[in-house]
Every structure is written in C-alpha cells, then in structure tokens.
C-alpha cells in the first residue's frame, strides 16, 4: 500500500497553524514529520488537523523552542525518543505504522555560526549529536525504518547554492559532512531524495535574510528523507514544494516529499 510522507522545518507549529492545514488540505501526505514545533505536546494544535484527517499523532515537546512531532492519517505507534548528548531538548521522536514500518523524526542542533567547538559550544553540541546518532545505529542496525528530519547539514555540493564560499559556514563545512556521513554509513541510510533526483542544485532553505529569497536562490537542502535498504526500492516521487517557503508568513524551510510503496 503507498503512503506518502512529508518532513517540515514549521519554525512554530501554533504560529504557522494555518500553513499546516494548508498543507494537509491541498497536499495531503499520510504522514507529516514537523521539527522545531516550539511547543509543549498539549499545547499542539490538534483540532483543525483532526479535522483534516490526521488523528494519530506521536510527539516531544517543549516550551518556546525544538519540539518534534508526527501527525498521520495512519495509525502509528509511539515507540520512544532519544535525549542524545543529554541535552534536554526535544529532538527525537520514533512511531511504528501497522506495517511494521518505523519513522524516526529528527532536529540535529543547528550548531551556531561558528564552526568551531573551541570557541563555539553549539556547533560542539552539534558534532557530538550526530555522533550518538552514529553510535546509535551501530549499536542497533535498522530495518525496514524511514528517517527524516531537518539535519541541519547540506552534504553534497549541489545542495548549496555555493560550495566555495559555504565550505567555512556552518551547514556545509567539511567536518559536518563528513559526521553526516558517518551517520548515514552506521545505519547504511539511502539517501532517497538523490535517489530520485540524484544531480542538479535542490534546495529546502532559504535564509530570511534575503529581501527576496526566490530571485537570490541562495538555498540549502538542509531537509532530509532516509530509508534502509531493505525498503529503499519502494521510495519513489520525491520533491521539494518550494512554492511553500513563498506562503504568507511562512518558514524558512520547505516541505520535502517522498511515496513508499509497502
């Protein structure tokens, strides 16, 4: 059975309510993985997506910042999160469809401007939580799991608008990438948006700091899909729906899609 899935950076999900519904009513995904809810759970606002048809929801939150959340039209399972470097901060969140089919929902720390853990706790904090990921799925290989998430890392050159002046930015600096890297390796993640459209500039960030973001184009895919390989060959029709970073009041992020056909 196919069911779609889509993963959004909503930088506020009681702010940006409305774009939500948006979303859900003229796109439709089964399932919707949102990061930096900036929100306690209870405080979600659930009735409208109710509404819209997604009843189930799997969640970690917190006031005024992180917070991730899974809201689906499929029954799913909470089946835990993880506090990696112990910070305190809601960034992890995993559900189990009736498929047997696990989501991890993550928001790596976004690591400061930086990219120095000498003098930068943050982007110390940012290269340490990825190697827990790491160490995580060493410890306990995945199967059959799809992991999204704002990662807060654009890997490959192409998915920087600039990957001379980026290499020093935090985001794309070569010591990011290569934690990425190491990460995607532990758990042996197929990277299913390049699978889909493996070459050419795929952005799903825009800085706010552009007087208009569209005509600069200065993104960065910073927004990812995973799947193991035991189901990536069932992943298929993914995109990146730019037109959304263009709504009113909107994120700095866009959605990024992908089907799985299981």
């Avoid at 606002?45 to 991730?68: C, D, M, S, T, W």
């Avoid at 920087?160 to 758990?187: M, R």
Wanted: proline content about 6%.
């Amino acid at each position: 059975m196919p069911f779609t899935l889509a993963t959004w950076n909503i930088n506020s999900v009681r702010l940006r309510e409305g774009l939500v519904a948006r979303l859900m009513a003229e796109e439709a995904p089964d399932i919707l993985c949102l990061q930096e809810c900036k929100s306690p759970v209870d405080k979600i606002p659930l009735e409208q997506f109710r509404a819209l048809g997604y009843h189930h929801i799997v969640a970690r939150g917190q006031k005024g910042y992180n917070g991730v959340a899974i809201l689906s039209k499929l029954p799913i399972e909470d089946i835990g999160g993880h506090d990696l470097v112990d910070l305190g901060h809601a960034r992890h969140v995993a559900g189990r469809l009736e498929n047997g089919v696990t989501i991890h929902n993550f928001y790596v720390p976004a690591g400061g401007d930086v990219p120095d853990r000498e003098v930068n706790v943050k982007f110390g904090q940012k290269l340490d939580y990825l190697t827990q990921m790491r160490d995580l799925f060493h410890a306990d290989r995945p199967e059959k799991s799809i992991l999204v998430g704002d990662l807060n890392i654009a890997p490959r050159e192409d998915d920087v608008w600039n990957h001379k002046q980026l290499l020093k930015i935090v985001s794309h600096t070569p010591i990011e990438v290569e934690h990425l890297a190491q990460t995607q390796d532990a758990g042996a993640w197929v990277d299913i948006t390049r699978q889909d459209i493996p070459a050419g500039p795929l952005y799903s960030w825009w800085s706010y700091r552009a007087a208009d973001w569209d005509a600069a184009d200065k993104g960065r895919r910073l927004d990812h899909i995973w799947a193991t390989p035991d189901i990536s060959n069932a992943a298929y029709g993914s995109r990146v729906l730019r037109s959304a970073r263009g709504w009113d009041q909107p994120s700095d992020h866009a959605p990024v899609f992908a089907t799985f056909d299981l």
